[in-house]
């Protein structure tokens, strides 16, 4: 396992290199003069020629790619170039949070309604069950999750006034419970996304398990269904979903754009969107490589949790 670590490890931070490498060169395609466009476009040229000298703009681009290496490696990424004074990390650490609790309820929603959903459809295969819960998956999963959440917005929020039909105007003083209802209808757009979509792959993994021999043993044994499903199909076949799950974190985190739009909710997305329209180069910069480092990181929980239910995935990841 040890080697199976290194390995991911050393995969991941050769992969950040690269996508430095891209993040750098596509914040400097921008078609308009970042610092014209700061400055105002009624600025005289000398203000503008002074920003770009002030940030660095200027510089021989291996100046400014070296730069943005050292705030990586220091985690000092300066300060946003569209709110002077402010630290970029001072804008990232609450958009980062504010997803990560939207991203927590919707997976913690998604995945056992997907997991039971894609058992109990395996384990009834070709049956209406089955028919009506892929049937149900596929229609959830073809509508984008900003199309979700305007009907939910309007349905729940605004015509039956359940649920805040905003996610902007939390309390200040609000309880765990209270901010709960603010989030909870972005939330079950998701939900509504991902629903189809995992528990067909649990789906299809539930019922190569079913169909194996050593669960025909297990019957044979006299070992109920329920046992089975715990002790034999639950761990082989739930490796798909925690595959798949991982490599999910990535646009869960930075690209709800759309939605987070829909619901004026101050996610990680909606603040790289702003950051791209500024145009805030830092902040840009530092918003895509955050999610970058969490798909990363979910990547490899995810390689190192399949690595474990099952060892001979170590033994294909390279360790001997």
Known sequence: MARFLVRRLLLSIITLFILLVVVFALTRVFPQDVAKQLAGPFAPQQRVDDLNEKLGLLDPVSTQFGRLVGDVVTLDFGESYSQPGVKVVDLIRPALWN???LVMLALLITL?????????AARRKDTRLDRAIVSLGLASASIPDFVSGVILQLLIGVKLGWLPATSSSVPADAGFFTSLRFILLPALAIVLVYFGYIARITRAGAIGVFDSDYARTAYM???????????H???????????????QMGYLFGGLVGLERVFNYPGLGNLILRAALAPDLPLL????????????LATLSSDLLIAWMNPRARLAGGEN
């Open 112 to 120: 056992p309604l997907s997991i039971l959903g894609g058992i109990m």
């Open 233 to 247: 199909v639950l761990r082989n076949a739930l490796q798909p979903t925690v595959a798949v799950t991982g490599t």
């Open 285 to 296: 910069q530092t918003g895509v490589l955050t999610v970058a480092v969490i798909f990363m």
């Open 99 to 101: 997803s990560a609790k």
């Open 221 to 231: 044994k006299g070992l109920s269904p329920w046992e089975v499903i715990k002790k």
